[in-house]
Structure formats: C-alpha cells, structure tokens
C-alpha cells in the first residue's frame, strides 16, 4: 500500500497534470448577488452540487433564512454577505411608513437572520455592518438605498479580500506541493475565489503546479461534492480522500502543507469544520505547516472557546445519505458542524493584510 501511493503520487507529477490551466471554465456567475431587475438575492443552490449547477432567488427573509440552514449558501464570508444582503431585502421588503417602524423591522430581521447558524461569526458581522451603515440615514428611501448599496460593497470586498488572501498564501506554497484541505473554503464559500482554495488557486495563477488532497468532509461531503467539483472546474489536480485518511497518506510523506478556512477565530482557538481539528493535530505530529486563511471579518476579538456555540446540526444527516438510511433510525447520534483547532496547531494565519505567525495577539491585525 505504501509503494503504491508513492508510486500514485510519482505518475502524478507535471507536467501529467495540466494539459491547460483554464481558471473559471464552467461559469463566472458570482456564488451570492443581488439581482436589480427582480430585488432579489441570487446563489447557487449548493446542496444540489455537483450533480446540477442551479441559481435560486431569495424573495423574502423566510426564503434567505430557509437557504442558510439548509446550506444552500454556506461558508463563513460567503454567509456575512447573504447577511447584508437579507438586511437589504428587509429594508426593501418592509410596509413601514416611518422610520421607527422600519427600524424596529430591521432590528427583527437582524435577529432572526443571526439565530439561523450561530457558529460562524461572518453572518452577524454582515447583518451589523448593514445596521451601522444606516446610522445616519434618516429617511426611508435613503435607508432602502444605503442598505443595498452597502451590501454590494460588501461582495465586491470580499472578492478583493480572497484576492489579497490568495496574493500573501501562494508566497508559502511550492512549486509542486501537495496541499490537503477539509470543507469547501473556495468561491462557493464565498462570493469568489476562495481562501484556503484562493491561496491554492493564486499559487496555481503565478505558474506553480500543485496538487490538492481534499477530504470529503462528512456528514455534509462539501469536500467532495463542492471542492472536487470547484477544483475540477479550474483543471487543479484534485484527489479525493475520506477524512479518516489523511493521517495515512500524513505518515507516508504525501501531503506537504494544509490549508483549511475558518467560521471564527477567537483568541485561543480558530472554529472550523468538524474534523479540521483531528488534521491539525495530524500535521503537528507528522511536523506539516498549518495554515489558516480567512477574512478579518471572521475574527472575533472578545470570543473564546468556551464563549462560542458550536452549531448542532440535525441528527438524520447521519442517518440518512440522499434519503437512503445509513444506519439504524433509531440510532442516537452526535452532530456538531464545527470544531475548535488550538492556535498551538496553526503554523500561520493568512489574511488580506498579510501571513500572521504565532505569537498570535489578534489585536494587532486590526491596528
Ligand atoms: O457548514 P459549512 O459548509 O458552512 O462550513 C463551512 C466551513 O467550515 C468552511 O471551512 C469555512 O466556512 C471557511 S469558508 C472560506
């Protein structure tokens, strides 16, 4: 087994892998807008990937809402801007006829959008900012406008943001590495680009040839139903593993770095999705560079671990696979979407300011 992957790995080197990079073959729609001809907001339905690509619109909160906890959008920054988004639909989308009317609907809508997943802190960062953008407005028109147009702005930055991100992580990737990552941290878990992919795929841009291991990432597979997919799309090599081998393929000298996103990132500790902890400590042991890369938005400077709620998610995500039962209905079950990776594991932090090492005083990111 151990010859074999070392011998899968060599029939895999370049130039075998890259007939033509062609970034962005299938579509270029972004993964979350808003649409001005219907005042709507449009995504991709991602929990129809990779099977059909579909765009759905959010008409109402109850839809946007319903989008989230189902995942149809996901991903920390790509959820802060379905955040400022669903403020600006709810601005739009109210019958008050003054301001404290419209105020006090906003306020109701911010609570509601804010309790549909509590654990990456993006979505209550975008609703907040919509809130503080519209201070000082003090008509209902004018608070409609600013709403929209600051939820747009917030799109187009994160696009930058991953840009940045991607400019300051492919500085730490080698020509020829093989980089393993966990989830779906790319354009689909954001507006574009990505951030852990968005490092890979900047690489990818400056003439690096490099190869991605992604986990499947289960209950939810966003690894191998989103991350194969988004890879593929671009022609970066991508293998897929289950989760449960990556120390395997660690202790056999096939993975030289990872690279996974971030829901939140407190002082102690960096939430992420379930099992990016298990990697973590995989790599500390087998002595591999762990990176995390994430907007500042998806810091939060007053949490701890201990002050965070991780999201439960419903138990028949592990029952049921496509409807089909994978185990016994009645079996108890335990489903925690996130889990908490000890900034000791982390080699560096990637953001659009810069690649941050350890000691890590968060603070000084934001001076
Ligand atoms: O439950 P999900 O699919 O929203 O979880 C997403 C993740 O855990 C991502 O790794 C994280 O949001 C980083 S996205 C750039």
Redesign the pocket.
């Known amino acids: 087994c151990w010859h074999d992957l070392r011998t899968y790995r060599l029939m895999y080197q370049p130039p075998y892998f890259y007939p033509s990079l062609h970034l962005y073959k299938a579509d270029t729609m972004r993964t979350i807008d808003w649409d001005d001809e219907s005042n709507s907001i449009v995504m991709t339905d991602?929990t129809l990937l990779p099977a059909e690509y579909k765009v759905i619109e959010c008409t109402t909160l109850a839809s946007l809402c319903e989008a989230i906890m189902s995942?149809r959008v996901?991903?920390?920054?790509?959820?802060g801007v379905a955040g400022g988004y669903g403020m600006a639909l709810a601005a739009r989308l109210s019958s008050a006829k003054d301001m404290d009317a419209l105020l006090k609907d906003m306020q109701i809508a911010a609570k509601t959008i804010k309790a549909t997943?509590p654990t990456?802190v993006?979505l209550a960062w975008g609703v907040d900012r919509i809130l503080h953008a519209i201070n000082d407005t003090y008509d209902l028109k004018g608070i409609r406008i600013v709403a929209l147009s600051e939820a747009k702005r917030m799109a187009d930055e994160d696009v930058a943001k991953n840009r940045k991100i991607g400019e300051h992580g492919a500085r730490l990737l080698e020509d020829g590495d093989v980089v393993l990552t966990?989830?779906?941290?790319?354009r689909m878990?954001?507006v574009d680009w990505?951030?852990?992919?968005g490092v890979i795929r900047s690489a990818v841009e400056d003439g690096k040839q490099i190869q991605v291991v992604a986990c499947e990432?289960r209950p939810?597979n966003?690894g191998g139903r989103i991350t194969a997919w988004e890879l593929m799309q671009d022609n970066i090599p991508v293998t897929l593993i289950a989760d449960s081998m990556s120390g395997h393929l660690m202790r056999n000298g096939f993975i030289d770095k990872v690279i996974?996103?971030?829901?939140r990132i407190t002082g102690d500790v960096v939430?992420?999705?379930?099992g990016?902890y298990t990697h973590s400590v995989l790599a500390k042991e087998h002595e591999i560079p762990f990176y995390v890369?994430?907007p500042l938005s998806?810091f939060d400077l007053e949490g701890w671990e201990e002050t965070v709620p991780i999201?439960l998610r419903d138990e028949d995500e592990l029952r049921f696979c496509n409807g089909k039962a994978i185990a016994p209905k009645d079996v108890k079950v335990y489903n925690p979407?996130?889990d908490a990776t000890p900034m000791e594991n982390i080699t560096a932090l990637i953001t659009e300011k810069g690649v941050y090492y350890p000691p890590f005083l968060l603070e000084e990111l934001f001076i």
């Open positions: 991602q995942l996901r991903g920390a920054p790509a959820l997943r990456a993006n966990h989830c779906n941290a790319g878990a954001c990505g951030t852990a992919l990432t939810l966003q996974v996103g971030a829901d939430f992420n999705k379930i990016t890369a994430a998806t999201e979407a996130f």
